[in-house]
Each structure stands twice: as structure tokens, then as C-alpha cells.
């Protein structure tokens, strides 16, 4: 009874080990292939891009899903823009400000120079005085050396003759300040120019901003899955979703 017990267990391993021979011989056969050809395993990939946001905020929305295909400049979400929204009223109103204040400077310019017109007008006037000033005491010292006039007239005409040299260096000084005044009216003109570029550069920097805010597909693909769900607050730099380019396909094939 134990010996054939002990045999029939030997037949059934006879029997498996044989069924396992005859799969490995067919594996075998049927792998082997021509002559010349070898086998392999690979995967077909294609590019993969993650859109991310540039600036930090709450993603508002987001317009497609997974699944869906996009074409390049389609907007796929977009972020919050209120803060930024609020930046840039600022900034247009200090445009408008600085280029109110280049008008400003440019009147001031116009008012200094008719100031120095009118003060070299005065010089010459003053200098066309002094000259009568000094024919007169010409005529006067000449007169006086007959005695033909008074002491008194010479010495009123000589005091004249200096009053008008005076005023003649009066006059300069007020055109040399008028200058002055001219020379910083302009140099208020330039610093109003330089501030109308630099608040420009403002409005360019938070437009840019906004800009950026909408999310924009860099290429024709197909969504493959959602990184960030609405509400969600992302740093800059920060993942919304996946995208496909099918049109960028390669396969990757190990021997």
C-alpha cells in the first residue's frame, strides 16, 4: 500500500516536470524569431509641460478639464487680480500727476524766461539812460570850465551819471537771477520727466503682472491632469496642470 502511494506521487511529478519542459520548448520555438532579428520592450512618451503661475495668488478659475484638448494661446485658468488691479489705479493716477507736474515746471519756464526778458530790457534801458547821463555831464564839465553853469549842476550831473551805472548793475543782476530761475525751471522740467518714466515703468511692471495672471497654453496638447483646484492659493512658480503635446511623440525602446 506505502509503495504504490509512493508511486503514483512519482508519476505525477514525472508528469509536471514534463508539462513544464514541453512550455519552456514552445516558449522557446515560438520566441526564437528569424535569423538576425533580436527583441525588445519600450513605451511610446511624448512631452509632458506643466503650466505654472508666475506670480503668487488665489487661482480664480480654471476653463478646461482633464481630457480636453487646447490650442496654443488658449486660456486654460486664471488668478486673482484684484490686488494687482488696485496696484495699477495707483500707478496710472501717479502718471497723470507726473505728467501734470511736466506741464507745471514747463509754465515756471516760460514764466522765468519772460522774467529774464524783461529784466535784459530794463539793462537796456538803464544803459541808454546812463549814456544820456553821461553826455549830459560831458556838456555840463565842458560848460562849467567857463563858468557857464553852477557847482551844483555839475556835482547833480556827476551824481546822476553814477546813479545810472548803478542801475545799470541793477539790472544785470536781475537778469542774472532771472537766469537762475530759468536754469531751475528746467532742471524741475528733467526731474518731472524722469519721474513720468519711472511711474511708465511702474504701470509696464504691474500690467505685466495682470498679464501674466491668465494662463495661457504654450502649445497645442491635451490636458492630462489637474495639479491645482480653484480657491487655492500659489506661490510663484506654482503648478496648475499638465499638459500633452501630442504632436512631440518618441519612443523609448530597450533591446
Same mark, same amino acid.
Given at each position: 500500500?506505502?509503495?504504490?502511494?509512493?508511486?503514483?506521487?512519482?508519476?505525477?511529478?514525472?508528469?509536471?516536470?514534463?508539462?513544464? &519542459?514541453?512550455?519552456?520548448?514552445?516558449?522557446?520555438?515560438?520566441?526564437?524569431?528569424?535569423?538576425?532579428?533580436?527583441?525588445?520592450?519600450?513605451?511610446?512618451?511624448?512631452?509632458?509641460?506643466? /503650466?505654472?503661475?508666475?506670480?503668487?495668488?488665489?487661482?480664480?478659475?480654471?476653463?478646461?478639464?482633464?481630457?480636453?484638448?487646447?490650442?496654443?494661446?488658449?486660456?486654460?485658468?486664471? @488668478?486673482?487680480?484684484?490686488?494687482?488691479?488696485?496696484?495699477?489705479?495707483?500707478?496710472?493716477?501717479?502718471?497723470?500727476?507726473?505728467?501734470?507736474?511736466?506741464?507745471?515746471?514747463?509754465?515756471? +519756464?516760460?514764466?522765468?524766461?519772460?522774467?529774464? /526778458?524783461?529784466?535784459?530790457?530794463? +539793462?537796456?534801458?538803464?544803459?541808454?539812460?546812463?549814456?544820456?547821463?553821461?553826455?549830459?555831464?560831458?556838456?555840463?564839465?565842458?560848460?562849467?570850465?567857463?563858468?557857464?553853469?553852477?557847482?551844483?549842476?555839475?556835482?547833480?550831473?556827476?551824481?546822476?551819471?553814477?546813479?545810472?551805472?548803478?542801475?545799470?548793475?541793477?539790472?544785470?543782476?536781475?537778469?542774472? &537771477?532771472? #537766469?537762475?530761475?530759468?536754469?531751475?525751471?528746467?532742471?524741475?522740467?528733467?526731474?518731472?520727466?524722469?519721474? +513720468?518714466?519711472?511711474?511708465?515703468?511702474?504701470? #509696464?511692471?504691474?500690467?505685466?503682472?495682470?498679464?501674466?495672471?491668465?494662463?495661457?497654453?504654450?502649445?497645442?496638447?491635451?490636458?492630462?491632469?489637474? @495639479?491645482?483646484?480653484?480657491?487655492?492659493? /500659489?506661490?510663484?512658480?506654482?503648478? +496648475? /496642470?499638465?499638459?500633452?503635446?501630442?504632436?512631440?511623440?518618441?519612443?523609448?525602446?530597450?533591446?
Amino acid at each position: 500500500m506505502q509503495a504504490r502511494k509512493y508511486f503514483r506521487l512519482i508519476t505525477v511529478v514525472v508528469v509536471l516536470a514534463s508539462a513544464v &519542459a514541453a512550455v519552456i520548448l514552445w516558449q522557446r520555438r515560438h520566441n526564437s524569431g528569424p535569423s538576425g532579428i533580436v527583441s525588445g520592450n519600450g513605451r511610446i512618451e511624448a512631452t509632458e509641460i506643466n /503650466l505654472s503661475a508666475r506670480v503668487a495668488g488665489r487661482l480664480a478659475e480654471v476653463l478646461v478639464g482633464e481630457g480636453d484638448f487646447v490650442k496654443a494661446g488658449q486660456v486654460l485658468a486664471r @488668478i486673482q487680480t484684484d490686488v494687482l488691479d488696485a496696484q495699477l489705479l495707483e500707478a496710472q493716477a501717479k502718471l497723470r500727476q507726473a505728467k501734470n507736474a511736466i506741464i507745471t515746471a514747463q509754465a515756471q +519756464v516760460t514764466a522765468r524766461e519772460s522774467e529774464k /526778458l524783461a529784466a535784459e530790457a530794463v +539793462v537796456l534801458q538803464r544803459e541808454s539812460e546812463a549814456q544820456a547821463a553821461q553826455q549830459r555831464l560831458a556838456r555840463t564839465e565842458s560848460l562849467a570850465t567857463t563858468n557857464a553853469v553852477s557847482r551844483q549842476s555839475l556835482d547833480d550831473d556827476r551824481a546822476l551819471a553814477k546813479s545810472a551805472e548803478a542801475a545799470i548793475k541793477a539790472a544785470k543782476a536781475q537778469v542774472a &537771477a532771472a #537766469g537762475g530761475g530759468v536754469a531751475t525751471a528746467s532742471a524741475q522740467v528733467r526731474d518731472a520727466d524722469v519721474m +513720468v518714466e519711472a511711474v511708465q515703468a511702474t504701470v #509696464g511692471r504691474v500690467q505685466a503682472e495682470l498679464d501674466d495672471c491668465t494662463l495661457k497654453a504654450p502649445r497645442d496638447g491635451r490636458v492630462q491632469y489637474l @495639479i491645482t483646484q480653484p480657491g487655492e492659493v /500659489l506661490g510663484a512658480g506654482g503648478k +496648475v /496642470l499638465n499638459l500633452v503635446d501630442l504632436g512631440d511623440v518618441y519612443l523609448t525602446f530597450f533591446l
